[in-house]
């Protein structure tokens, strides 16, 4: 997590490329907000020469026509308001909308190392509730901000012109307004901060125990789960709690320095009056500008409280979006070699976390020929996973380079590079969705063909027939349970969809039973014999699939060899390979 | 609704007919009811506070108007006394107004936050209460939209809808009593604008339902959609499916906009209308009242007070339609929120707890049990099976033959539809939760990690354990090594699903958590199946010193797991077909010899 940097108004500032689009709209919005208090504020002054007039003259057919212009005044006004509403409602949440589908896509194309790094709950919470926020900001708070400020502005040189006296009193009132409402602001803002850094947290708590849910539940951990998401709630409560003072002291601020000056500007101008140097008609006519200036200005409490939130909210969205994504397709990509042969090189490669010290290669070589297939073994936490994220750029070597025919891999387009290597996960991921687009994976102009012999290499055509609904069959999370092995299947099924010339396998049989094993075995050699492919292992059924297995231990690559000659002469191979199995079987 | 993509699901029925749109509503606002009822005094107070403020509100403009017809009169002839203390009055006024709003904001916030941290406290014990086949049918985004940004909606209401309707609602009852005090036949005129409104209201708030139901379910999509995503980034980006997965989202988000835009234009068009009908009273008073003054019929006065009451009498409206709007979208998620809480647990906790007896022996039996996940299909038949204390049991079987249902009925997931599952003779229904999880622990092949420190994660399975009883538990299974070479050891974050670990460290971790939670009966689902050899070793070992004195059901798929145990149970179609003790069936021509000679043959 980075720490929270104090807010500032520049980051509202660099939403504007989403609103450039609506500012004729927005423009026109804040116009009819303006006409419509306009229009709101002839009404009584229209109804005062009806009762002092057509009334008190007795003038039947003046009041009827003067009472026309309160009503036709009373529909524009309405008008007015159901325009501003409706200026904005599309544009707004269109703005919304770009701003979360650009979020979206930009995290989509953020290496794993940021998304290890950022608690899921946060990148959620600005997907959601900040982008909301900011939305209202821009429909409501914003618009108002400028509406009301102007307002008050021009009611104070109204003021100035027709009772100097006056209208300074009111002028020095606004000197501590503005100083102690923008402290009040800057205060409000970072605790808006805290508050949605929160409502990130509380989110990352449920995400977790939701998708937890199997583990909290074998260890009856539900309870304990509660009190420390209420505590959490309750800490949300507090932050909240300290908004809400804030703003009650800034709303206290914002009626009472208003009514004081009003006080204020009563007896001075009683005395004034009195002393003959204003009019009793200046007066009342100054005093009815600040009754008018009322409303705008209380206001302003809301208002200042919205920008905060807004400003919070826009500071987080551009965090993550601030954050560069470092595995980028190339300034000049390289075209790949065609046909692609397949040689998989790595030099020299080390590879260290972001924040680790050690780092957790250190300098691997390692060479597949084309058509070969290379098992890579090593202890649990060597680095083998780590290695296989480097071949489809997944991460970025931190020195050394990958090469597939002799080109940086840094240098292909990512689109090219991808398509080239395939990589199937031990853990297998699936989406909810159809078995077809599980495999497919949405990429165009794929056939059915395509993914039966798919899924008929992975030996997971048949259990896929048998699914209630074939292909359509919804799978993941949303769907049907699938067992691990099947998952696996599937994995496999989308890795070798659309024959690419590398594959890269990390343990891909380690969750299946034996009768599958042997099968997909089967199925994974006659796959293997025409492509490159480099296969993570950790039992010997799967190193016997290579021509060839490299030791990686200590950050390298410690011995390479076939599987009988290392098994003889590397006694850490042999501690890794040796199963209890054999011994076990030999019984 | 349903996207090609998404293939075909059993139960598509998220949604609701109309029909039971107005139970949903009722449901929704017995809960809204029952979060408000510990705060009506607050609320109460809150309400006074408004009363007081209101008195305050309308003496400035009184004491103004004293100013100005007696206080500058007096000061004209030398008497500065009754200005000065008609500008104290006012400045008092003002300072209350002030403090009382103050007052009031602090107090209602306290009441919304309150209500808040209540509800969430309650959904969240509830998601956790229910039964997995809960979780499967309702799916995690689901329920974490339910708890984010449902919850938000209603923090919306609670922030700024309630003072909006005290408001209004004060004011309302005040000022038409006022008119019809002032002259009946004229407040008559300027209440009828409230038939169109109540009309009004009733249509904005039956068109906005659905609009917010809407609006709540396509949120909830574009949530579910984010966070598989972000879940699953990894094959997102090895599988090029980002430009696929951007579409998608700009469906989902393009509805959701869609949604939103319409309840917007529906305040619009309703909040305008109302103005409108407030505007139109104002005038047709106007009109009708200065006829019949000019008859008059009727004093320039009252007519005068009229008009300037009538206009503070519409005001409020616009916050009452502000308040309809909030209590739409609050309602709305209310109801999918109400939904949530309403759900009772498949598995739930008995009325009268059985105590297991201490210490749990660990004899664990299946009389006729059956089971099926839904439909007709048996998944189990007809399973009987005892398994006496501290016995090691393997189950072995081709995928689909129910060994996992079988080790969820024992960890109690699910219950059966015929039959018990007991332990020690007491039926699992009738043990309490929090027994039966101390008694039986189960570890999965998905080996979830929490965000925390290693240890955190470890001290899951006994919270109160100390940090070298963590550490035992992961010497125990051969975690130690790996965790010390982390950059803080035992208090490395382990990030995001334990995403700084490999799949093989996470499950050592898992299997040390379950170790540390010390059950008599441990059940391990494919719990090793990532483990390299020389940790699947260690973990053996560990398994024979662990497990002794423990009943184990271990469900594995390699040969050396099985052969720790006493006894192997080979299912088939959720039947036992062959049973004995490892040695026994080797020997034999069944089942089980086959698969140990395909195990050979693998290894060969």
Avoid at chain 1, 49 to 67: F, M, Q, Y
Avoid at chain 1, 71 to 88: D, F, K, T
Avoid at chain 1, 510 to 528: G, I, K
Avoid at chain 2, 180 to 197: E, W
């Amino acid at each position: 997590m980075t720490p929270p940097k104090q807010p500032s108004l520049a980051v509202l500032r660099r939403l504007w490329p989403y609103v450039l689009p609506m500012r004729g709209r927005l423009l026109g919005s804040a116009a009819a907000a303006l006409g419509s208090m306009l229009a709101g504020l002839m009404i009584p002054l229209l109804i005062q020469r009806i009762v002092d007039g057509p009334i008190a003259d007795g003038d039947r057919s003046a009041l009827v026509l003067l009472s026309m212009g309160v009503l036709a005044l009373g529909i524009l006004e309405a008008g007015l308001i159901y325009l501003r509403r409706q200026l904005v409602a599309r544009p707004t949440t269109d703005v919304e909308k770009r701003m979360r589908a650009d979020l979206y896509h930009h995290l989509q194309h953020l290496p794993l190392a940021f998304h290890d790094h950022w608690r899921s709950g946060q990148l959620l919470s600005r997907a959601v509730s900040d982008l909301t926020t900011i939305r209202r900001f821009i429909a409501f708070s914003g618009v108002f901000l400028v509406v009301n400020v102007l307002t008050v502005l021009i009611g104070l040189v109204i003021l100035l012109v027709i009772a100097p006296i006056l209208g300074v009193l009111a002028v020095i009132m606004t000197v501590p307004l503005v100083v102690l409402c923008r402290r009040y602001e800057r205060r409000y803002e970072l605790a808006a901060r805290r508050a949605q850094d929160q409502v990130g947290e509380l989110a990352t708590i449920v995400e977790e125990s939701t998708l937890g849910i199997r583990v909290l539940k074998s260890f009856g951990h539900g309870p304990r789960a509660t009190r420390n998401f209420l505590a959490q709630a309750r800490e949300l409560r507090r932050i909240e709690l300290t908004k809400v003072r804030l703003l009650a002291a800034l709303w206290t601020l914002i009626i009472v320095l208003p009514e004081l000056t009003l006080a204020a500007m009563l007896a001075v101008g009683g005395y004034a009056v009195a002393a003959g140097s204003l009019t009793l008609g200046t007066v009342v006519g100054a005093i009815a500008i600040l009754s008018y200036l009322r409303w705008p200005l209380d206001s302003l409490g809301w208002l200042l409280a919205e920008t905060g939130n807004a400003t919070a909210a826009a500071t987080r969205y551009w965090e993550v979006r601030d954050v560069v994504a470092v595995v980028t397709d190339p300034p000049r990509p390289r075209a790949p070699a065609r046909p692609v042969r397949g040689a998989l090189r790595l030099e020299g490669v080390h590879y260290r976390y972001p924040d680790a010290v050690t780092e957790v290669l250190r300098g691997v070589d390692l060479e597949v020929r084309p058509g070969e297939t290379v098992a890579l073994v090593g202890a649990t936490g060597s680095g083998k996973t780590t290695l296989t994220a480097l071949v489809s750029r997944l991460a970025d070597v931190t020195a050394g380079r990958v090469l597939i025919d002799g080109v940086d891999v840094r240098d292909l387009a990512l689109a090219d590079l991808r398509t080239i290597v395939a990589t199937a996960f031990e853990e297998p991921v699936l989406f909810s969705a159809s078995v077809r687009e599980n495999v497919a994976l949405g990429a165009p102009e794929v056939t059915d063909d395509d993914v039966r012999q798919a899924l008929r290499i992975a030996h997971a055509e048949e259990f896929v027939d048998a699914l209630p609904w074939g292909l359509d069959t919804r799978i993941g999370e949303q769907g049907l349970t699938l067992s691990g092995g099947q998952r696996q299947r599937l994995a496999l099924a989308r890795a070798v969809l659309g024959r690419p010339p590398v594959l890269v396998l990390d343990d891909p049989l380690s969750a299946l039973d034996v009768h599958t094993e042997t099968e997909v075995e089967a199925a994974l050699r006659r796959v293997l014999r025409s492509v490159t492919a480099l296969v993570v292992a950790h039992r010997p059924s799967t190193v016997q699939l290579a021509d060839r297995v490299a030791l990686l231990d200590g950050g390298r690559i410690a011995a390479v060899g076939t599987h009988s000659g290392l098994l003889a002469e590397v006694p850490e191979y042999r501690r890794l390979l040796s199963t209890m199995d054999d011994a076990m079987a030999a019984r | 609704m349903t996207e090609t993509w998404q293939g075909v699901a059993a139960e598509d029925v998220d949604e609701i007919d109309t029909a039971t749109g107005l139970r949903l509503a009722a449901r929704s606002r017995r809960l809204l009811g029952s979060l408000l009822r510990p705060h009506l005094r607050a609320a109460s107070a809150a309400l006074g506070l408004l009363v007081v403020d209101q008195i305050a509100v309308l003496a400035g403009p009184l004491l103004i108007a004293a100013a100005i017809d007696r206080g500058i009169p007096a000061a004209l002839d030398g008497q500065p006394g009754p200005l000065a203390w008609c500008v104290a009055g006012y400045a008092v006024a003002g300072a209350a107004d002030a403090l009382i709003v103050g007052a009031f904001l602090r107090l209602s916030g306290r009441i919304g936050q309150d209500v808040l941290v209540d509800l969430r406290r309650r959904v969240f014990a509830q998601t956790q209460r229910l039964s997995l086949s809960f979780h499967e049918r309702y799916t995690s985004g689901r329920v974490i939209s339910r708890l984010t940004s449902d919850l938000d909606s209603l923090q919306n209401l609670l922030d700024h809808g309630l003072e909006g309707l005290f408001i209004s609602l004060l004011s309302i009852v005040g000022i038409g009593a006022m008119l019809l005090v002032l002259d009946a036949p004229l407040g008559l005129v300027a209440l009828a604008g409230f038939i169109p409104l109540g009309l009004l209201t009733r249509w904005y708030r039956r068109r906005s339902q659905d609009t917010y139901r809407s609006t709540r379910t396509w949120v909830a999509r574009v949530i579910v959609q984010f966070v598989e995503t972000m879940n699953g980034i990894r094959a997102v980006q090895a599988f090029r499916r980002e430009s696929r997965n951007s579409s998608i989202m700009d469906g989902l988000n393009g509805r959701f906009a869609d949604a939103d835009t319409e309840a917007l234009s529906l305040i619009a068009r309703f909040i305008s209308t109302v103005r409108l009908v407030g505007n139109v009273s104002v005038a047709v008073v106007l009109l009708l009242g200065g006829l019949r003054v000019l008859d008059g019929t009727l004093a320039l006065g009252v007519l005068t007070a009229f008009v300037l009451y009538l206009r503070r009498f519409y005001d409020p409206l616009d916050e009452l339609a502000m308040f309809a709007n909030s209590y739409s979208s609050a309602a709305a998620a209310l109801e999918k929120i109400s939904g949530v809480l309403d759900e009772r647990p498949a598995v739930g906790d008995p009325v009268q707890p059985v105590a297991l007896p201490v210490p749990v022996r660990g004899e664990v039996v299946f009389d006729g049990v059956r089971f099926s996940y839904s439909g007709p299909e048996s998944v189990l038949p007809q399973l009987d099976l005892a398994v006496p204390a501290g016995q090691i049991v393997a189950l072995v079987g081709p995928t689909g033959a129910g060994k996992s249902t079988v080790a969820k009925l024992l960890a109690r997931f699910y219950d059966p539809v015929s039959g018990a599952v007991r332990l020690d003779g007491v039926d699992l229904r009738s043990v309490a939760d929090a027994d039966l999880r101390r008694a039986v622990v189960m570890v999965t092949q998905e080996s979830f990690l929490f965000s925390g420190s290693v240890a955190d994660n470890i001290a899951l399975g006994s919270p109160s354990a100390s940090r070298s009883d963590v550490v035992a538990a992961a010497r125990a299974v051969g975690a130690d090594e790996f965790i010390t070479a982390l950059p803080d050891g035992y208090d490395t974050d382990v990030r995001k699903r334990g995403g700084r670990l490999s799949a093989g460290q996470r499950q050592l971790v898992s299997f040390a958590r379950a170790l540390l939670a010390d059950p008599a009966v441990l059940v391990l689902d494919e719990a090793t199946s990532s483990l390299d050899i020389p940790s699947e070793r260690a973990v053996q070992a560990a398994l024979a010193t662990v497990l002794a004195g423990r009943t184990a059901l271990i469900i594995a798929h390699r040969l050396s797991t099985v052969l720790v145990a006493d006894r192997v149970l080979v299912l088939s179609e959720g039947k036992v077909i062959e049973d004995g003790p490892p040695s026994q069936l080797i020997t034999g021509t069944g089942p089980f010899a086959n698969l140990h000679t395909a195990w050979r043959t693998a290894l060969a």
